[in-house]
Protein backbone atom coordinates (compact mmCIF):
# COMPACT_ATOMS: atom_id res chain seq x y z
CA UNK A 1 0.00 0.00 0.00
CA UNK A 2 2.13 2.64 -1.53
CA UNK A 3 -0.38 4.88 -1.84
CA UNK A 4 -0.04 8.08 0.64
CA UNK A 5 -3.93 8.27 0.68
CA UNK A 6 -4.26 4.63 1.40
CA UNK A 7 -1.13 3.67 3.55
CA UNK A 8 -2.94 3.11 7.24
CA UNK A 9 -2.22 5.14 10.08
CA UNK A 10 -1.30 3.34 12.83
CA UNK A 11 -0.52 6.14 15.49
CA UNK A 12 -4.61 6.67 14.48
CA UNK A 13 -6.00 3.67 13.72
CA UNK A 14 -8.45 2.05 15.45
CA UNK A 15 -10.17 -1.59 15.41
CA UNK A 16 -14.27 -2.87 14.88
CA UNK A 17 -15.12 -6.05 15.47
CA UNK A 18 -18.52 -6.84 13.52
CA UNK A 19 -20.98 -9.51 14.90
CA UNK A 20 -18.36 -11.41 17.21
CA UNK A 21 -22.05 -12.80 18.88
CA UNK A 22 -22.35 -15.99 20.40
CA UNK A 23 -25.39 -16.92 18.53
CA UNK A 24 -22.97 -16.24 15.11
CA UNK A 25 -20.80 -18.79 16.09
CA UNK A 26 -20.06 -21.66 13.82
CA UNK A 27 -21.63 -24.05 15.77
CA UNK A 28 -24.77 -22.26 17.05
CA UNK A 29 -28.35 -23.21 15.25
CA UNK A 30 -27.79 -20.12 13.15
CA UNK A 31 -24.01 -19.64 13.47
CA UNK A 32 -22.12 -18.46 10.45
CA UNK A 33 -19.36 -21.11 8.96
CA UNK A 34 -15.84 -20.21 9.64
CA UNK A 35 -16.72 -17.49 12.40
CA UNK A 36 -15.54 -19.81 15.80
CA UNK A 37 -12.42 -20.97 13.37
CA UNK A 38 -11.13 -17.13 13.13
CA UNK A 39 -11.51 -16.19 16.96
CA UNK A 40 -8.21 -16.93 17.78
CA UNK A 41 -6.97 -14.43 15.52
CA UNK A 42 -9.17 -12.42 16.39
CA UNK A 43 -8.30 -12.65 20.23
CA UNK A 44 -4.74 -12.20 19.14
CA UNK A 45 -5.26 -8.92 17.03
CA UNK A 46 -8.07 -7.33 20.31
CA UNK A 47 -5.06 -8.26 22.60
CA UNK A 48 -2.56 -5.97 20.14
CA UNK A 49 -4.93 -3.26 19.92
CA UNK A 50 -5.63 -2.93 23.65
CA UNK A 51 -1.52 -3.37 24.23
CA UNK A 52 -1.36 -0.77 21.81
CA UNK A 53 -3.79 1.61 23.70
CA UNK A 54 -5.77 2.13 20.45
CA UNK A 55 -10.05 1.95 20.55
CA UNK A 56 -11.97 -1.03 19.84
CA UNK A 57 -15.18 -0.69 19.04
CA UNK A 58 -17.54 -3.96 18.96
CA UNK A 59 -20.64 -3.81 17.06
CA UNK A 60 -23.26 -5.92 17.58
CA UNK A 61 -26.46 -6.67 16.03
CA UNK A 62 -29.94 -7.26 17.83
CA UNK A 63 -32.64 -9.31 15.44
CA UNK A 64 -36.18 -8.12 16.28
CA UNK A 65 -38.47 -5.65 14.89
CA UNK A 66 -35.95 -3.55 13.60
CA UNK A 67 -33.88 -6.53 11.71
CA UNK A 68 -32.76 -6.59 7.84
CA UNK A 69 -35.86 -7.27 5.82
CA UNK A 70 -34.55 -10.74 4.69
CA UNK A 71 -34.63 -11.63 8.26
CA UNK A 72 -37.81 -10.67 9.34
CA UNK A 73 -39.63 -13.94 8.06
CA UNK A 74 -37.59 -16.21 9.70
CA UNK A 75 -37.59 -14.34 13.51
CA UNK A 76 -41.03 -14.26 12.95
CA UNK A 77 -41.63 -17.94 12.49
CA UNK A 78 -39.82 -17.78 16.18
CA UNK A 79 -36.46 -18.47 15.60
CA UNK A 80 -34.34 -16.50 18.60
CA UNK A 81 -31.05 -14.52 17.38
CA UNK A 82 -28.87 -12.90 19.53
CA UNK A 83 -32.18 -11.58 21.49
CA UNK A 84 -31.46 -8.80 24.18
CA UNK A 85 -30.13 -10.18 26.99
CA UNK A 86 -29.81 -13.68 25.34
CA UNK A 87 -26.82 -15.34 26.50
CA UNK A 88 -26.27 -15.77 22.15
CA UNK A 89 -26.11 -12.17 22.37
CA UNK A 90 -22.86 -12.09 24.26
CA UNK A 91 -19.49 -11.56 23.03
CA UNK A 92 -17.54 -14.46 21.87
CA UNK A 93 -15.06 -15.79 24.75
CA UNK A 94 -11.71 -14.32 25.18
CA UNK A 95 -12.53 -11.31 23.13
CA UNK A 96 -13.39 -9.05 26.35
CA UNK A 97 -10.99 -7.02 28.43
CA UNK A 98 -10.43 -8.25 32.13
CA UNK A 99 -13.75 -7.19 34.11
CA UNK A 100 -15.82 -6.60 31.20
CA UNK A 101 -19.47 -5.53 32.54
CA UNK A 102 -22.30 -7.74 30.53
CA UNK A 103 -23.97 -5.76 27.52
CA UNK A 104 -26.64 -3.57 28.39
CA UNK A 105 -28.92 -4.01 25.86
CA UNK A 106 -31.21 -0.78 27.37
CA UNK A 107 -28.06 1.36 26.60
CA UNK A 108 -27.21 -0.38 23.55
CA UNK A 109 -30.42 -0.14 22.27
CA UNK A 110 -30.72 3.44 23.14
CA UNK A 111 -28.28 4.21 20.17
CA UNK A 112 -25.51 5.11 23.00
CA UNK A 113 -22.15 3.18 23.43
CA UNK A 114 -21.29 1.09 26.23
CA UNK A 115 -17.89 1.46 27.81
CA UNK A 116 -16.50 -2.56 28.31
CA UNK A 117 -13.06 -1.12 29.40
CA UNK A 118 -10.35 1.25 28.45
CA UNK A 119 -10.22 2.56 24.72
CA UNK A 120 -13.15 -0.36 24.60
CA UNK A 121 -16.20 0.33 23.55
CA UNK A 122 -19.86 -1.64 22.74
CA UNK A 123 -22.31 -0.40 19.87
CA UNK A 124 -24.99 -1.63 18.28
CA UNK A 125 -25.72 -1.34 14.75
CA UNK A 126 -29.21 -2.26 13.43
CA UNK A 127 -28.75 -2.78 9.75
CA UNK A 128 -25.17 -4.41 8.12
CA UNK A 129 -23.16 -1.88 7.96
CA UNK A 130 -21.63 -0.26 11.25
CA UNK A 131 -21.93 3.69 10.75
CA UNK A 132 -25.66 3.41 9.42
CA UNK A 133 -28.25 5.07 12.21
CA UNK A 134 -25.37 4.62 14.86
CA UNK A 135 -22.63 7.15 16.42
CA UNK A 136 -19.69 5.16 15.11
CA UNK A 137 -18.35 8.21 12.82
CA UNK A 138 -18.58 10.85 15.65
CA UNK A 139 -16.99 8.47 18.24
CA UNK A 140 -13.70 7.86 15.55
CA UNK A 141 -13.85 11.37 14.89
CA UNK A 142 -13.54 12.55 18.58
CA UNK A 143 -10.90 10.25 19.02
CA UNK A 144 -8.60 11.23 16.02
CA UNK A 145 -8.84 7.78 14.37
CA UNK A 146 -8.41 8.17 10.33
CA UNK A 147 -7.54 4.29 9.91
CA UNK A 148 -9.60 1.42 10.61
CA UNK A 149 -9.06 -1.82 10.67
CA UNK A 150 -12.17 -4.26 10.18
CA UNK A 151 -12.55 -8.34 11.70
CA UNK A 152 -15.68 -10.56 12.56
CA UNK A 153 -18.24 -12.38 10.95
CA UNK A 154 -19.16 -12.86 7.95
CA UNK A 155 -17.78 -10.54 5.36
CA UNK A 156 -20.57 -10.52 2.36
CA UNK A 157 -22.78 -9.06 4.81
CA UNK A 158 -21.66 -6.63 7.58
CA UNK A 159 -18.44 -6.64 7.33
CA UNK A 160 -18.21 -6.03 3.48
CA UNK A 161 -20.80 -2.87 4.03
CA UNK A 162 -18.65 -1.73 7.00
CA UNK A 163 -16.04 -1.15 4.65
CA UNK A 164 -17.85 0.59 2.05
CA UNK A 165 -19.07 3.09 4.56
CA UNK A 166 -15.86 3.47 5.80
CA UNK A 167 -14.67 4.59 2.65
CA UNK A 168 -16.98 6.68 1.84
CA UNK A 169 -16.23 8.14 4.77
CA UNK A 170 -12.33 8.91 4.41
CA UNK A 171 -10.84 6.41 6.31
CA UNK A 172 -7.94 4.78 5.51
CA UNK A 173 -9.43 0.88 5.85
CA UNK A 174 -7.79 -2.42 6.25
CA UNK A 175 -9.52 -6.15 6.72
CA UNK A 176 -7.66 -8.68 8.63
CA UNK A 177 -7.89 -11.11 6.28
CA UNK A 178 -7.60 -14.20 8.56
CA UNK A 179 -9.95 -12.60 11.35
CA UNK A 180 -12.93 -12.95 8.89
CA UNK A 181 -15.30 -15.49 8.37
CA UNK A 182 -16.54 -15.78 4.92
CA UNK A 183 -13.99 -13.82 2.87
CA UNK A 184 -13.48 -15.29 -0.80
CA UNK A 185 -10.99 -14.23 -3.96
CA UNK A 186 -14.16 -12.54 -5.53
CA UNK A 187 -14.69 -10.17 -2.48
CA UNK A 188 -11.00 -9.73 -1.83
CA UNK A 189 -11.24 -8.58 -5.70
CA UNK A 190 -13.71 -6.07 -5.28
CA UNK A 191 -12.29 -4.40 -1.81
CA UNK A 192 -9.25 -3.97 -2.92
CA UNK A 193 -10.37 -2.04 -5.64
CA UNK A 194 -12.54 0.15 -3.55
CA UNK A 195 -9.06 1.20 -1.70
CA UNK A 196 -9.09 -1.42 0.97
CA UNK A 197 -5.58 -2.94 2.51
CA UNK A 198 -6.06 -6.84 3.00
CA UNK A 199 -3.38 -7.69 5.91
CA UNK A 200 -2.81 -10.82 8.15
CA UNK A 201 -3.07 -10.00 12.01
CA UNK A 202 0.68 -10.94 12.05
CA UNK A 203 1.50 -7.77 9.67
CA UNK A 204 -1.16 -5.52 11.72
CA UNK A 205 0.23 -6.56 14.54
CA UNK A 206 4.02 -5.52 14.14
CA UNK A 207 2.94 -2.25 12.71
CA UNK A 208 0.82 -1.64 15.60
CA UNK A 209 4.35 -3.25 17.80
CA UNK A 210 6.85 -1.04 15.49
CA UNK A 211 4.48 2.35 16.31
CA UNK A 212 4.35 1.67 19.87
CA UNK A 213 7.88 1.33 19.89
CA UNK A 214 8.32 3.81 17.32
Known sequence: ????????????SALLTIDVQRDFLSEAPYGVPGTTEVLPALARLTAAFRTARRPIVRLYRRDGQDADLVRRTLLAGGAAIVAPGSAGSAV?????????????PDLLLAG???PLGEHEVALFKPRWGAFYRTELD????G??????????????????ATLVEASERDYRVVLAEDAVSGLHD???????????GLRSVQDITASLTFQEVS
Request: glycine share 10%; with cysteine; net charge negative.
Open 1 to 12: MSDPHLTPNWST
Open 138 to 141: ELLR
Open 143 to 160: WGVDTVVVAGCNFPNCPR
Open 112 to 114: RPQ
Open 92 to 104: AADLLPPGAPPLD
Open 186 to 196: IGRAEVTGIGV
